[in-house]
């Protein structure tokens, strides 16, 4: 059974920045594709970023691009999301989520495991 746990959630001040850390309980990380979804109140689970198995390609939602920045250490078996520049709008639950495939994969249901969820609050 694979588990994903995150950390680094907490609250910052609009324009300042966060780094989450989901660590993978998994004999071969490397062969997962990994992702960041996000849950702000009242809204569904909406895609954030995602890297594939090597961490050669990562993709993101318009609405981090440039800001966000994903990255992962497969000997750690680590996958990190690096905020900057945070919004108000960034207010949400984060979840991190491990895929069998190995490419980047953007959407739930491709997602196999997931994690508990980090809170991430933005002041303005």
């Known amino acids: 059974q694979v588990q994903l746990v995150e950390s680094g959630g907490g609250l910052a001040q609009a324009g300042g920045s966060l780094r989450l850390s989901c660590a993978a309980s998994?004999?071969?990380?490397?062969?997962?594709?990994m992702g960041w979804f996000r849950q702000g109140p009242g809204k569904g689970r909406e895609f954030v970023a995602a890297?594939?198995?090597?961490?050669?390609?990562?993709n993101y939602a318009d609405s981090v691009l440039g800001r966000f920045t994903i990255s992962r250490d497969n000997a750690k078996n680590t996958v990190y999301l690096q905020m900057d520049s945070l919004k108000p709008e960034d207010t949400a639950v984060y979840y991190c989520?491990?895929?069998?495939?190995?490419?980047?994969?953007?959407?739930?249901?491709?997602?196999?495991?997931w994690g508990q969820g980090t809170q991430v609050t933005v002041s303005s």
């Open positions: 890297i594939s198995g090597s961490g050669s390609r990562t």
């Open positions: 998994v004999r071969t990380f490397s062969g997962y594709s």
């Open positions: 989520a491990g895929s069998y495939r190995i490419s980047i994969v953007t959407t739930a249901p491709e997602y196999d495991y």
